[in-house]
């Protein structure tokens, strides 16, 4: 088999009984690099961002969402009852089939329908099991539910967010259930799965959000424990000066700019200056720069509201200076050449909502690179499959789970 030909997880299941942002998000790059991914859902209560908008065309449904659809890529979709205990019977058998198991439920409820990690074991004694409670499975706060806007405020990450005169504004999106908490998850599967190979042993996994979270806050934690006082301080920086989102000439045009030399900030005086008053600054050192950081954005505003923000960045760039044009999310997709040249947009066709636009991997393996198999499944789509082939159900014991409501 040549380089490339076989992917990294190929033969690796992983039971998947997590949901919304986080946990899905993370088992999207093994499925994407070879596992199978198999995504256990419910009709009664339907994965959150199932019904989040954007849905294509407009029109709202369980299947049509493109939040959830690009989380989801190169899944299987099984819908089971875990209510009925043939539900929970099935999937208990497809644990005992599975390397890996994952959930983000509060804690306690996988141990409720009986699929914690000790029922796990009894069945698959070498499972890879991860738990993803926001606060941990002990401790005061341990039962408290919350998303990936309750673990950006807990963790100090959202009080970091904002201008100091101002309240927080967040990130926007979810970041802990976009970058760390993901990452962090998909990252621990790994080394599990790698030390397995060695020892033969499988393992239990705790991920609590929160903590995890707490990385991308590192230094603020650190300035913190040693007194300092630590707030939002919008684009201040220790190192870069100025450092900001500058308007430009047209309608909501806007450059971002990052000067790190007193060289780089004689460089944009002579690029940018055409009224003479950042001359009259040009003397100041990169302390004396950061001191008077407000007034200094004010000038070099009324200097680049004049200027073409595409023209404005090229000129910087060319002379090495961190630039950068606010790009909308029109232009990301249709206009960015470094993205196109990447073949960084991947159109797959969706069984209902037809071609769509996924994103591709931001990283390649060179001997085993991945690759978006399959678009996200539609809600059960493999629940027969996976019952009748993997599970070994014969038809009339489907059809009488069917029936009583187990399986959909």
Known sequence: MGIGERLPLTGIRVADFSWVGAGPFMTKPLADHGAEVVKVESRARTDVIRNMHPFRDGVPGVNRSGYFANRNSSKRSICLNLQTGRGRALALDLIARSDVVVNNFTPGTMDRFGLGYDHAREVRPDVVYLDMPMQGNVGPHYRHRGYGLSIGALSGFYGLCGYPNRPPVGTGTNYPDHVPNPLHGAIAILAALHRRNRTGEGCRIELAQIESTINAVGPAIVAAGVGQHVNRRGNRDDLYAPNGVYPCRGTD???????????????????????????????????????????????????????????????????????????????????????????????????????????????????TPGRLRGPAPLLGADTHDVCTQLLGMSQDDYDKALQEGAVG
């Open 253 to 367: 045009e806007w450059c971002a700019i990052s000067v790190g030399t007193d060289e780089q900030w004689q460089v944009l005086i002579e690029c940018i200056d055409q009224t003479g008053d950042l001359r009259r600054e040009s003397l100041r050192t990169a302390q004396g720069r950061r001191d008077n950081a407000d007034q200094l954005d004010q000038l070099i505003a009324e200097a680049t509201r004049r200027l073409d923000a595409h023209e404005l960045t090229a000129m910087l760039v060319e002379h090495d200076i961190a630039a950068a044009r606010v790009a909308s999310a029109h232009d990301v997709l249709y206009d960015d050449q470094q993205l196109r040249a990447r073949h960084h947009w991947v159109v797959l066709d969706h069984p209902e909502m037809g071609p769509s636009v996924y994103d591709n991997l931001p990283y390649t393996l060179s001997r």
